[in-house]
């Protein structure tokens, strides 16, 4: 089945350092990728997507491209701030009517000041 | 405002008083989905559904029991707590043939 690995957490930062958390997916069909974010004491909020391959997905200065070659796609933000600080999961869905997410075991992320 | 609200967002309960945490979506949307988040193993589905009177099993279904009777709502039904269903519990709703899934902001579920 479809599947989906993150790199182990925690990582700690400090701010203005550069952030890459990995993902790479196992999939039968021609996924959707996404990142969601949960801040502390929140629910999950979609911070990007990529439908297609080389799509690139972009939010908040956070940057990730679908590399279906490689079946990856890395989170990747140029300088961090405190308020990054968050769990972060990468997930996937196959494209099709009624078709399930799968998740990652999200990567805690602490940038320090 | 688009939502998914959950209730409670905060129980401690003892283990087998039947217990049931709610949700409702006001995005019309058909599909509706509970998960359970443990450390180390992320989000897990537990049921979902897919329209009204339409559930089926997900991943980690057992102990759990659910009913879609109206569109918008999707309860969370633990007939029998158990202390390894201490857990946070997340519902989650989308359009079927959408790909992108909103999430309700959590309930936290102690059982002790």
């Known amino acids: 089945g479809d599947s989906v690995t993150q790199m182990e957490g925690p990582v700690t930062l400090s701010e203005e350092a550069f952030l890459t958390i990995n993902c790479t997916y196992t999939?039968?069909?021609?996924?959707?990728l996404f990142w969601y974010v949960q801040y502390p004491g929140e629910g999950l909020q979609l911070l990007l997507k990529?439908?297609?391959?080389?799509d690139k997905g972009s939010n908040k200065g956070f940057e990730a491209t679908y590399r279906k070659e490689t079946t990856s796609f890395h989170l990747e933000k140029g300088s961090v701030q405190v308020s990054d600080s968050a769990v972060y999961f990468c997930?996937?869905?196959?494209?099709?009517?009624?078709?399930?997410?799968?998740f990652g075991p999200g990567t805690r992320l602490s940038v320090l000041p | 405002e688009a939502q998914v609200t959950q209730n409670p967002r905060y129980l401690i309960t003892v283990t087998g008083k039947k217990l049931t945490v709610t949700c409702s979506q006001n995005?019309?949307?058909?599909?509706m989905s509970w998960y359970r988040q443990d450390p180390g193993l992320g989000l897990r589905q537990i049921y979902y559904?897919?329209?009204?009177?339409?559930?089926d099993k997900g991943d980690v279904p057992e102990g759990y029991k659910v009913s879609r009777k109206e569109k918008r709502n999707f309860p969370l039904i633990l007939e029998s707590p158990s202390p390894n269903q201490t857990s946070l519990y997340f519902c989650?709703?989308?359009?079927?043939?959408?790909?992108?899934?909103?999430f309700g902001e959590g309930s936290w579920l102690t059982v002790v």
């Open positions: 989650a709703s989308r359009q079927n043939s959408g790909n992108t899934i909103y």
């Open positions: 999939a039968t069909g021609y996924p959707s």
């Open positions: 990529a439908t297609k391959a080389d």
């Open positions: 997930a996937l869905s196959d494209y099709g009517y009624g078709q399930n997410f799968v």
């Open positions: 995005m019309n949307h058909e599909y």
């Open positions: 559904s897919m329209n009204v009177e339409v559930t």
